[in-house]
């Protein structure tokens, strides 16, 4: 049995950007690129956190309707992952200290004292895993963690 939460956690710490969908406020799907600045050392336990401004669009579909997923792609080996789960706002002041990463004082005026600046974290309950051989023909894995 493959171990899945270590390859996922591989591709995750591979990607510079990972794509971000919500439910926009009018019952659409809403996709964006994310920074995966705080990710690229993820391990199996799956912690995904985002840096997010507090008055952007997407924290208030967030609030209401969290159900989100996140796709990342490797070009150079041509694996991607989907995952599925739930995202919710986190205002946990010592969480915000550590993860603060001075690539986004550009965004914060006040650094990691801003009341703009804002975490996310990501839950995934499931996952679609794609790998592809040298034959060109993907693998699926796919399921629920």
Known sequence: MKNIKKDVAE??????????STINLDGYPETRAMSNII?????????IYFSSQTTSPKVEQ????????LYYFVTENMKNVTLFGRIESVDDVSL???LWNEEFAPHYRNGKD??????LQFIPTGY??????????PEKIEGQF
């Open 11 to 20: 591709v995750i710490n591979s990607c510079q950007f990972v794509f971000l």
């Open 39 to 47: 990710n690229m050392n993820t391990d199996e336990e799956l912690k």
């Open 62 to 69: 967030i609030k209401r309707n969290n159900s989100a997923s």
């Open 96 to 98: 915000k200290n550590e």
């Open 114 to 119: 801003d009341e703009l600046y804002g975490i």
């Open 128 to 137: 679609k895993y794609y790998v592809y051989s040298t034959t060109g023909v």
